[in-house]
């Protein structure tokens, strides 16, 4: 047993679970993570716009303090000895404001602040601490609580002149939070000392965990919808997609009837038709290769049929003298072996490497040396044999198969040609056109599509393998070998090869 552990391979996983499972944990994760960002983003949004009505209704203040208390020459200046609110001595006995200059200040701050509306709210404190604003009894004893938190956070000195003009968080002793903005007042007055805007944050919170919960019942529903959308968009492909493989299951088993009806998705449609295409690829493949048996078991019945009479003729002793039976059985294993030699060299030939070396070659000369080896036959059928080139051309190609093919096409010709048969070739942009033309009956209309084919035997026709040897080199040397028939009368087989770079081309190419 070997100590190397054996890899089981894993199961593969369907289409289906593979973009639906990924995709559902996204859309499960989706609505938390939305529903996060937001209450992050709308919490600092609320916030920011808070500070922004603080600022506002500080600004609206302001005016109002300037207005009021006008802060002329026998004015104290604001303290900056740190000394803390409510102390006396200090101002060098800095006027008192009026009452009637704090009861229009107190009237026309509640008014602003009235009409600012919005979540800041105002608040006003005397230099003992007591609320002066909100004027109201009762709201004002209300606000005392808070107004002694804000008296506790002014009375540190140090954190109030950090505060001063800025927004600051305090939290108060009902466990609320707020947003405030406290000012000192610029001139003494034992009445009015420090103007506070303040939020409390309770409101944004509430509106913030509650629009949290709408945006994650929202995404939640929208996630939901996408997956079921997604759910029929994948079943929609899977399903067709099971069809096609239980139609490829039907080919393979030898059924090669068309798959339908269309589908309405491109790509499988596209894919339906490729499919019917190779069906009809391997129908007609599967007719060739029944075909090829059926042809060659007969090219190869009659000589062995032929072989085994004769000889056993001879064996009993009626043929006397044997000598012309013998002919007979030389003949037939003649043609026997060069029939088994066909199928051999064709076997070769399609089983070589599929990238063969391939050299410059003379079109001129490989012509004249198969026309040379078919002269004998030619002579004795009486036919002419000729080249027909106006200049040597040289073709990209492999020395055996070219001759190969030409060999194939010119023992085709002379054995339907009538008086001549004819090897020419011309230039065709990059490629170069080898013809051999003849003169005989030519091909009929239901062999031309057929006569490339393994051993296909046409009306009339014999044991067809060479054509069928011609095509497989011409393949091996990336050309193609056509046959039509001539206007006037006979076939003509043209091969086309990549022609050959000259001298000149290759200079250029380099310059």
Known sequence: MSARAAVTPR???????????????????????????????????????????????????SPLLDGCFPDDAGDAPARTDGQKPGA??????????????????????????????????????ASEMQVVYPRNDQLRQAAQPLADDFAAFIQGGDAL????????????????TYLANISEVPVQSQRIRY?????????????????????LGVASVLAA?????????????????????????????????????????RELEELRKA??????????????????????????RSPLMSIGGYAQGIEQGLFQPPAKAARVIMDESKRLEQAVNGLIELSRIEGAQPERPLTQLSVIDAAAAS?????GVADMKGLRLSADMDKDLTALGDAGLLASVLDNLIGNAIRYGRTFVTVSAREEGALVAISVADDG???AADDLPHIFERCYKGAGGQFGIGLAIARAAAEQMHGTLQAENRPESGAVLTLRLQKAPNAQDASEAQG
């Open 88 to 125: 006396r001595g200090a101002n060098r006995g800095a006027p008192e404001n009026g009452a009637d200059a704090v009861s229009s200040f107190l009237e026309a701050a509640g008014v602003t602040a009235s009409q600012m509306g919005g979540n800041a709210r105002l608040m006003i404190l």
């Open 195 to 215: 103007v506070i805007t303040y939020c409390p944050t309770s409101r944004i919170d509430d509106w913030v965990v509650k629009a949290a919960v709408l945006v």
């Open 371 to 375: 026309l040379a080896r078919a002269k």
């Open 441 to 443: 009956d030519g091909i």
């Open 275 to 300: 499919m019917n295409g190779m069906s009809v690829q391997l129908d007609r493949a599967e007719q060739t290769q029944r075909r090829f048996f059926q042809n060659v078991s007969h090219e190869l």
């Open 11 to 61: 199961r593969p996983r369907r289409i289906f679970t593979r973009i639906v499972i990924p995709t559902a944990i996204a859309l499960a994760l989706l609505p938390p993570l939305a529903c996060l960002v937001f209450h992050a983003c709308a919490q600092q949004y609320a916030y920011d716009a808070a500070a922004q009505e603080l600022d506002a209704l500080q600004t609206q203040i």
């Open 161 to 176: 002149q950090a505060a001063q003009g800025e927004t600051v968080e305090l939290k108060g002793s009902d466990g609320e």
């Open 225 to 265: 919808l996408a997956f079921c959308a997604l759910w029929f968009a994948v079943r929609s492909i899977t399903r067709p997609l099971r069809r096609l493989c239980r139609e490829a299951e039907r080919i393979g088993s030898g059924n090669f009837d068309a798959i339908e009806p269309a589908f309405t998705l």
